[in-house]
């Protein structure tokens, strides 16, 4: 069973620790190693990126390593990759260049 894991007891995401794909079930551990949930993937994830751990709304901060590193910029669900399609910075908002210009 593919695993992933939240690093920080805060965090609403976790990382996987291989790819993973549709339907795989993965195990998402907690800082101490209790599994938390096992969800079934809808879509492929590669290695070390993060899925949701908890749905998110347009506008939730995302938070890992116990720090906002970013902002939803749609809603994202459970066991639903986190990556630059679905977050924008909490700093800059990425969303407003388009990409290959200013």
Known sequence: MAKAIQI??????????????????????????????????TGA??????????????GDQVVKYGEVIGVASSPIGVGVWVHTHNVESATVPTSVYVEGGA
Not at 9 to 36: I, Q
Not at 48 to 56: D, N, S, V
Request: charged share 25%.
């Open 8 to 41: 920080d007891e805060r965090d609403n995401v976790a990382t996987v620790t291989s790819d993973v794909g549709v339907g795989d079930v993965v195990e998402v551990l907690s800082p101490e190693g209790e599994v938390l949930m096992r969800p079934q993937m």
């Open 45 to 58: 994830v590669s290695f070390g990126h993060k899925i949701a751990l908890k749905g998110l709304v347009k």
